[in-house]
């Protein structure tokens, strides 16, 4: 509690004061006598200033050194719907990071959870009256198991002590610090009277390591309160984008049924790990099945070893850098509406992580496949949300016989073009950019005709394809998942059929 001075005490201090204050003065008039007042004076003021920006600089620069950074990053799998749902946790976690009273008041602490979840729920299930509430109830224990283990583990790895020191000892501590703070302060008043100068030095000695304890506290407070709520922030996102799961499982490394029948369908021996799929879609005579012979390395007609195919037929495609992958070919269609696509196509597009369309750089007719790019979009959009777009390249087919037509000396530069053929070729891929929506550098130009050797293949599409596998592993990713959940889902559905049923039997039987 603090000291409470009597009259008589400030009598004292003053008269103790006294002799100092004539000395201060005697000094000053002597200096002022032989001319130097300013210059003490400016002196002092400089020495004021000079200690008064040290200690500000000291202030500023001080950082703990025992307390590191508790980080929790995005899920590089997460779908494209997840990214404004971590930029609300994280403006979140900068408002609530100030406040001191979050882990001491339990009434602060659920409302943080409660806003926690409510931000990401909103992200996922806007058009629900209450989106906090679209999870199946295992899920959320599984997410408050996950969250405490997290945690546990942070404070565990990076604050030293912690597995030690109980929270009634931080208690204790307190109340012996407190009363230790209250004695120290009744000594330090006798010891200024005495000593003033020392006293002075140990005022600013014990204001300086005040601080610097008060600066750990609220670090590792603020690390403390940012490391939960984005922590549960991540997995909330996990929880209503779908991604959680009550198994621990690794969506990639067992093959999905579809990829199982495609591989043995195309009479290949099975590996444990899903390949990448890649789906061809075009036009009627566009060049799919050229395209396909010339991913294959061997350039062949459409009427060839690969004819048009009325259903879905998968290929394997092995390739350095590509591991393995599934070439599916798709037959061709004409104008098509979204309710108009074949089952089996639509069916695909769930099930790929890359989609191939074909255009004829020679024709400007791609009302058709503009139409059914769009019924993708849609298609993800409104059906799966959870999962991503498959990456989307265009192969611009025919440059051959873009203008002028009889000109024919690859290769060609498009991206800086010289050659009347250069601009052409650039302009029909800008062309197709536009009416599909799409980068341009996602339109690679070929040319697969017989009478001409294949033109940019291995060095334009196969590089591409490459170029992009980050993203369409991050689809594959998420596309496996959902398999895995559907599976799981399903299980869990008969095994509780099971134990309903046995119950069931058990109540009949007692009856």
């Known amino acids: 509690m603090p000291i409470q001075l009597t009259r008589f005490g400030i009598f004292l201090g003053l008269l103790f004061l006294l002799p100092w204050l004539a000395l201060i003065a005697l000094g000053g ?23 008064s920006g040290l200690l500000r600089w000291r202030s500023k620069q001080t950082k703990a050194l025992v307390i590191e950074p508790l980080v929790t990053t995005p899920n590089p799998n997460w779908p494209d719907t997840a990214l404004p749902a971590w930029e609300a946790i994280d403006e979140l976690a900068k408002t609530w990071s100030a406040r001191t009273d ?8 659920l409302k943080l959870s409660n806003e926690v979840l409510i931000t990401v729920a909103k992200q996922f299930h806007a058009d629900s009256k209450h989106p906090i509430m679209e999870f199946p109830l295992p899920y959320l224990l599984k997410l ?30 307190k109340q012996w610090y407190d009363t230790l703070a209250t004695v120290k302060q009744a000594v330090d008043v006798g010891h200024a009277l005495f000593n003033w100068p020392s006293a002075a030095l140990g005022k600013i000695r014990s204001s300086l390591l005040g601080k610097g304890l008060n600066l750990v506290t609220d670090e590792l407070r603020q690390r403390l309160v940012n490391a ?26 067992t093959l999905t049924q579809y990829a199982q029948q495609d591989k043995t369908q195309a009479e290949r021996d099975a590996k444990s790990v899903e390949p990448l799929r ?4 075009g036009q009627v005579s566009a060049g799919k099945s050229t395209l396909i012979n010339a991913l294959f390395g061997e350039i062949k007609s459409a009427a060839g070893l690969l004819p048009t195919t009325p259903e879905i037929t998968p290929y394997v495609l092995e390739r350095d850098g590509l591991q393995q992958a599934i070439v599916l070919d798709s037959p061709g269609y004409a104008g098509l509406q979204h309710d108009e696509v074949p089952l089996a196509l639509k069916q695909e597009w769930s099930k790929v992580d890359v989609i191939l369309m074909v255009c004829n750089a020679a024709q400007a007719a791609r009302e058709a496949d503009a139409q059914q790019l769009n019924a993708i979009r849609r298609y993800f959009q409104e059906e799966r949300q959870n999962q991503a777009l498959p990456v989307i390249l265009v192969v611009a087919t025919q440059i051959d016989r873009l203008r002028p037509v009889r000109e024919w000396q690859p ?17 029909a891929c800008a062309a ?4 599909l929506s799409l980068p341009l550098d996602h339109i690679v130009p070929v040319c697969m005709a017989s009478e001409h050797a294949a033109y940019n293949i291995e060095e334009g599409l196969i590089p591409l394809i490459l170029e992009q596998l980050n993203e369409a592993q991050r689809v594959r990713y998420l596309r496996c998942l959902r398999h895995q959940q559907d599976i799981s889902y399903w299980k869990h559905w008969k095994q509780q059929a099971i134990q309903a049923g046995q119950l069931i039997l058990k109540l009949g039987a007692k009856l």
């Open 278 to 281: 890649l789906l061809i879609l």
């Open 29 to 51: 008039r002597w200096l002022w006598e032989h001319g130097w007042l300013f210059y003490g004076v400016g002196a002092l003021s400089a020495f004021f200033l000079l200690l």
């Open 411 to 427: 290769p060609y530069n498009i991206q800086d073009p010289q050659r009347p053929k250069e601009h052409s070729i650039r302009q």
């Open 102 to 109: 979050l882990f001491s008041d339990q009434n602060n602490l």
């Open 228 to 253: 939960y709520i984005r922590k549960l922030g991540y997995y909330a996102i996990q929880l209503y984008s779908g991604q959680l799961t009550l198994e621990a499982i690794a969506p990639t490394d």
């Open 144 to 173: 408050i198991v996950l969250v405490c283990e997290d945690i546990q583990h942070e404070v565990l790895d990076k604050i030293p002590g912690s597995h030690a020191v109980s929270v009634g000892d931080l208690l204790r501590y």
């Open 432 to 435: 197709i950019a536009q009416d």
